[in-house]
């Protein structure tokens, strides 16, 4: 997998990241690496294998419809954000 | 000219789940009117090192929906992440079924027959709300994490009515099963519309926009009408469809192009880890059908049976209306009451729901009175004894809708129904020699003399007036028939 300022750019705008030059080259050094390590597993051929989708042999882990009372409340969570109106949290202008 | 295209639709619709928790975490899943915010939980908050909790119910109630499509049931389904960053997603990925969803390969029929095949369909959580100020936006999480079955068509359709019976009876599938409250003023399902259009004889679809986020029937129909006329248009003047997303406004009746995202979607979908798989059993699909109770089309063609198709339609509207037809049916054929031979009870019991179903959709709800539906509705007994009562000609059709009505009120509703015809005062004299005495009565008077000298002499419409001469002597509670038979043998 090709790794360069493209990728990085890419990946920056879908998280809404802004990036100095600076930083993005220096990240496209990091991932490369990061990248290169991981795609020694490429020499193995797993076109036959299901992806692992957990190492626990666990299924149905679920829990009854019961409303419980939470750890935290409205107060206490709104106050993490920067800026609360009306208890709703204040974003920059989305469309 | 837009008859020269062949349209080719395909909808997606979210359908809220009515669960009383979300689908991850424990709190309040029914936000309706309440506070901002105020049904969170540090989950739906994505607060760092929180887990998701599944919630069992959400996994049934997908179980039921796709019994409702007549598709197959992935016994062995899983949870992936679509990431995409957007205020109104805290965790910055929204968990859905990607690769193995719940719901496999089934088909919705229309009431004309047609079928509309599913592709698939998959549990998923749905995002908070937003509102836009003119500077700034505020977020609203109640709504996040509520559990939806996102319910994905072949395109199948090929016309605007027929994107909205589908749409219609989708909403009709999903509350008969009570897998939602459907209630669509708030959202509780919305429907996504992919639309293109080509010429008949084309092998290849033409280029497809899609209509987000409508909310109504109604919307969907004229979101698709629309987007035909406007792509023929193009067409015509030899000019290309974009492939874009398009909103709807309701009040100009147009779609209007949205502002393309830049670049193609990419939501690097992976498998979530914090959630095991989920293996299904055959016993756990099951149960979930002997829970749902009857399929919409078996409940159909038992109202067919007895009312017209109008009227089956509009019942239909209303799943707790048909259930109690049904449970009707049942609490007769249990209690056997009737001693009559069971061809002619049956005929007695066909003509009887006949009578409810006619009341239920006249005296409710053409007469706007659909918020009594709200309330508990009427026993069966109630039900039964009314029935009776007007066999027994002891209420007028008028005496029975009062007292269908009295059913409602909440002072009345666990009374018997003699009690609340009594109080009432309709229940009709039918004892021949109470009405023998008022008819009597009533043509010992002076002024019913002249009426009576002119029946005997042959004017025969001067009836009316004596029947309305007893039916006033005796507070209008003389049966009309019985007495006009009577006043004939005496005045004969």
Not at chain 1, 27 to 32: A, C, N, P, Y
Not at chain 1, 46 to 63: C, G, H, K, L
């Amino acid at each position: 997998m090709e790794v360069n300022q493209g990728t990085i750019q890419h990946l920056a705008e879908l998280s809404h990241f802004a990036l100095s030059e600076e930083e993005s080259s220096r990240l496209v050094t990091d991932i490369k690496n990061i990248v290169d390590y991981i795609s020694q597993l490429d020499e193995l051929d797993t076109s036959d294998i299901e992806p692992t989708y957990q190492v626990f042999e666990m299924a149905n882990v679920w829990r009854p419809d019961e409303i419980l009372p939470q750890e935290a409340d409205r107060e206490q969570l709104l106050a993490l954000a920067p800026t609360v109106e009306n208890y709703q949290i204040k974003v920059p202008k989305v469309l | 000219m837009s008859e020269t295209y062949l349209p080719t639709i395909g909808i997606e619709c979210h359908v809220q789940l009515c669960t009383k928790t979300k689908l991850f975490s424990e709190v309040d899943n029914d936000a309706r009117g309440k506070s901002p915010n105020s049904c969170m939980s540090p989950v739906d908050y994505a607060l760092p090192g929180m887990l998701p909790r599944l919630n069992q119910e959400a996994v049934e109630l997908s179980v039921r929906a796709g019994l409702a499509l007549n598709a197959e049931i992935n016994l062995d389904c899983r949870f992936d992440r679509k990431h995409y960053f957007y205020p109104d997603l805290p965790k910055g990925y929204q968990i859905t079924q990607m690769y193995h969803p719940i719901i496999g390969a089934g088909h919705v029929e229309l009431p004309d027959g047609t079928k509309i095949r599913i592709e698939h369909a998959h549990l998923e959580e749905d995002a908070g709300k937003l509102s836009h100020e003119a500077t700034y936006s505020l977020v609203d999480l109640n709504r996040a994490g509520t559990p939806l079955v996102e319910i994905v068509s072949q395109p199948d359709i090929h016309s605007a009515a027929h994107a909205r019976d589908y749409a219609k009876e989708l909403w009709r599938l999903m509350t008969h099963a009570g897998v939602t409250l459907g209630d669509l003023y708030n959202g509780n399902m919305r429907f996504d519309v992919n639309i293109s259009i080509a010429k008949p004889d084309s092998d290849q679809l033409g280029t497809r926009t899609e209509v987000k986020n409508l909310n109504s029937f109604r919307s969907v129909e004229r979101a698709v009408e629309y987007e035909i006329k406007r792509q023929a248009k193009l067409l015509d003047k030899g000019e290309q469809v974009v492939q874009e997303t398009r909103g709807w406004n309701d009040a100009t009746g147009e779609t209007t192009g949205q502002r393309s995202k830049e670049g193609a979607a990419d939501y690097r979908y992976m498998p979530e880890p914090d959630l095991p798989p989920l293996h299904l059993t055959e016993a756990m699909i099951e149960a979930q059908r002997t829970k749902m109770g009857r399929p919409l089309s078996e409940t159909r063609a038992f109202l067919r049976q007895f009312v017209s198709e109008n009227i089956v339609e509009v019942l239909l509207d209303y799943p707790k209306l048909t259930a109690k037809l049904h449970s009707l049916k049942d609490y007769w054929l249990e209690s056997g009451a009737s001693d009559q031979k069971s061809d002619q009870q049956a005929a007695t019991h066909d003509a009887w729901l006949k009578k409810i179903a006619n009341l239920f959709s006249s005296v409710l709800l053409a007469e706007e009175n659909t918020s009594l539906l709200n309330d508990e509705l009427p026993s069966d007994a109630q039900l039964s004894d009314l029935m009776a009562m007007v066999d027994q000609a002891e209420l007028s059709s008028t005496g029975m809708k009062e007292v269908f009505l009295k059913f409602f009120d909440p002072e009345m509703h666990f009374k018997e129904t003699r009690m609340i015809a009594k109080e009432l005062g309709v229940i009709q004299e039918n004892d021949l020699s109470t009405l023998e005495a008022i008819v009597d009565a009533v043509l010992a008077k002076p002024e019913t003399k002249q009426a009576q000298a002119d029946y005997r002499a042959g004017q025969t419409k001067v009836l009316g007036f004596l029947v309305g001469q007893v039916m006033k002597e005796s507070h209008g509670k003389a049966n009309p028939s019985s007495a006009q038979t009577i006043l004939k043998s005496k005045l004969g």
